[in-house]
């Protein structure tokens, strides 16, 4: 089994299936947690040493921090509403609290904080949402949390790639810090497929195949990429949802693509 994958294991008492953890995984400076809630429950966190982007995948919630209390919040039932998600940024040494609401499925993005920025709401019309690419490559992207908004080392973006098409392609990779050119950052993934019982390939790998991994992902499952290419594709018939986290040294998103494939946006 691959250990870039990491499937859902059985909730704990907060509700967490999924915890990759910065320097504790592939990871160093990303981190992703999932919570699945049922109506009623609560959990409380403190963000520690790193800052956290709280996404709303489906679902309402009540989120309290501090004297900051976001009340009921969340419009969609599941991803595939195909609606940009409500979200709250906190920054590091945060306590913080979430209730569900209704039934509740919560994403934790994480990564180092430096105390730069208060907590806020990011509500769905405050998200950039694109198309992206052609043909067999276009794909549908929602920015909650680009370079551009206000955050110490987080990105976090969801796409959606239609039935037989690919993503994150032709395979680009940022794992050199050589800006202007190429900007160091992990990644991680988190897939969902409609309908549920399907599945999609992602591969990562670098120039020198010293890293080379090809995985077959199922609903539900997060796949870390700590280096090197990432290209994913979505048989026919399963739309593919996912849930990228990305952070590094500097938090510039500035990508290089594999020269042997750049050809197809190049003709």
């Known amino acids: 089994m691959s250990s870039l994958k990491v499937s859902p294991q059985p909730a704990n008492e907060h509700g967490v299936t999924i915890d990759i953890v910065p320097g504790q995984s592939e990871l160093e400076y990303v981190g992703f947690r999932l919570h699945q809630l ?17 996404v709303l995948l489906g679902g309402r919630a009540t989120i309290v921090s501090g004297e900051q209390r976001f009340e009921n919040i969340g419009e969609r039932r599941d991803v595939f509403d195909h609606i940009p998600p409500y979200s709250v940024y906190l920054p590091n040494d945060s306590d913080y609290s979430v209730t569900a609401e209704t039934d ?59 039935p037989g098409n690919w993503s994150s392609y032709p395979p680009h990779r940022h794992d050199h810090d050589n800006l202007p050119h190429e900007s160091f950052l992990e990644e991680s993934y988190y897939h969902r497929l409609n309908p549920a019982q399907g599945f999609a390939f992602q591969r990562v790998y670098t120039d020198d195949r010293s890293l080379d991994e090809t995985m077959a992902v199922e609903n539900g499952e997060c796949v870390q990429v700590p280096r090197g290419y990432h290209p994913v594709g979505a048989p026919h018939g399963y739309e593919l949802y996912y849930l990228n986290v990305m952070a590094g040294p500097t938090r510039v998103w500035k990508f290089h693509d594999d020269p042997d494939h ?3 946006i190049k003709k």
Do not use: M
């Not at 409380?44 to 709280?54: F, I, M, P, R, W």
């Open 38 to 54: 049922r109506e009623g429950e609560q959990f409380s966190a403190n963000s520690g040493d790193l800052e956290v982007c709280l």
């Open 104 to 162: 509740l499925q919560l994403a934790v993005c994480s990564a180092p904080g430096k105390g730069n920025h208060p907590p806020r709401l990011i509500t769905p019309d405050q998200v950039k949402c694109s198309t992206r690419g052609e043909g067999s490559n276009v794909r549908h992207v929602h920015d909650i949390l680009p370079e551009w908004e206000p955050a110490d080392s987080l990105l976090v973006v969801e796409v959606y790639t239609p």
């Open 262 to 264: 750049a050809w197809i």
